[in-house]
């Protein structure tokens, strides 16, 4: 099998650098459905009082380096058969608007999920100087690559309780969002491209995990931060299930056990499209 | 009064660089409503069969070269006086994706409209090579500027024949349209920032008028060129009353004269946005 976990665990890439600009963090937060909500004006306008990373920004800077890990030795897998299964952003600091980022990553953990593997790719993006931005954990679905006999992992947790949710968030996606998305970086024709989705299995290209993981983190910022993405620490979600472009996400909210449970559906299927998802934010 | 005829009048600019790439044609795209519509994947997808620059993407290039000529002599405006009122552009040879363009313009024609100057700047773009892309011409209005007794200049011309028109094309903008166009190049705040909008005397933020520009343009290309953009020789628009963003644009269209004449108006209001244009197509 193309994974040799002796060989793969703990592998690193060197860092690879990211330009930061204004205008890439309007492009992201365009991507992730900011529109005109003047309490919104401070992620997709640079002029005073100035311009504000949106917190799951953070994941942007990490994806060079995330790609660059499908290269090492011991793991080498077909993309084709490969979904992005979980993420886990820290953000340590805020962002400078403009300047050079390097992010390092390596291969954190290899679970043996039956059918599957769950590959975890840990990054570290810095600044200049050298101090730490955001630590990112990608877990990445290979499929046709378990069974190898290897640990589980844990389970993934942050379930929502049995209430009916805290607050709600409708936002709804364009049919476009995913043309608009894969400009900050992740190009996979499954997102853009109908015969490529079709081959694929899908009715229509459909929308970035982490473009749907925007959306939330949207809502929990504007729920539980007043906006500020200062009071944004962490989040984690699992992707469960697709979304197709031009469908509305409803966010679910919990506070619970000092974190903000969510999960996202899909309003015209009702699908669990993220699931088992916590963010860390300060009162 | 801060125009002199005798210093501004042929005025030139020395070539500035545009460094054209293939986000920026995707950018530009979805600036100007492109969408999934499958016939218009070629416009915002860079995978085989290619990607392909929009007609209208051609007064890009050529933007930062307009900016630079309110620096010259004879020509110091201020800004908030001014207003995009006319555009014409030609096109000389399908755009490279990648590569260095280069645009020089001078002032072509100062007019005494009354109240208002009408001052229409020439620009050339031109690749790596020398050989001309785009031919633009921008006409810009210096409200308050006028009356000094000089040429009227030529009547607009390109009216729409009293018939009902041939063809006629629906579009919607986007709520964040303006924010989006805004990557492409054109930052002035009044098309995002509300309160210098009101400044202006607007309820809120109005499109840039080459953004709507590039969606009658795109109309156009429809229903005239088979949306092949080799066919789409030139254009030419008057730019008439504001749009907001969010509005749908609805494009008339009239074979006549060999050319294809047409008027924007927006759908909710029934103002004519773009009026007295023509476009060139081959058949």
Redesign the interface.
């Known amino acids: 099998m193309p994974i040799d976990l002796s060989k793969a665990l703990g592998a690193e890439t060197p860092p690879m650098e990211y330009e930061c600009n204004q205008?890439k963090l309007?492009?992201y937060a365009?991507g992730v459905g900011?529109?005109?909500d003047?309490d919104d004006?401070k992620f997709?306008?640079?002029?005073p009082p100035g311009l504000v990373a949106l917190p799951s920004f953070g994941v942007v800077p990490a994806f060079p380096a995330l790609m660059s890990m499908f290269g090492v030795e011991g793991l080498e897998l077909n993309p084709v058969m490969i979904v992005h299964g979980e993420q886990y952003l820290e953000i340590h600091k805020q962002l400078p608007i403009s300047g050079k980022l390097f992010t390092g990553s390596k291969v954190l953990n290899i679970y043996d999920k039956g059918k599957i593997a769950l590959i975890e790719l840990e990054s570290e993006t810095k600044d200049e100087s050298g101090e730490l931005i955001y630590r990112n954990v990608f877990g990445i679905i290979a499929r046709g690559e378990g069974g190898f006999g290897g640990d589980k992992g844990p389970a993934p947790g942050n379930e929502p309780p049995e209430r009916k949710p805290d607050k709600v968030v409708e936002m709804p996606t364009?049919?476009?969002q995913a043309?608009?998305y894969a400009?900050s970086g992740d190009?996979n024709?499954l997102h853009?491209?109908?015969n490529f989705a079709a081959m694929a299995g899908y009715d229509?290209?459909i929308l970035h995990g982490l473009c749907t993981f925007g959306f939330a983190c949207r809502a929990v910022l504007k729920e539980y931060c007043g906006n500020d993405p200062e009071k944004f620490k962490s989040v984690k979600v699992r992707f469960s299930r697709h979304v197709f472009?031009g469908e509305t996400l409803v966010t679910e909210m919990w506070k619970e056990d000092g974190k903000v449970i969510f999960q996202v559906k899909t309003k015209e299927r009702g699908e669990v499209a993220v699931s088992n998802a916590a963010a860390e934010v300060l009162e």
């Open positions: 205008n309007i492009l365009l900011v529109s005109t003047p004006l997709v306008y640079e002029n364009l049919k476009q043309l608009l400009l190009i024709p853009r491209d109908p229509r290209p472009p």
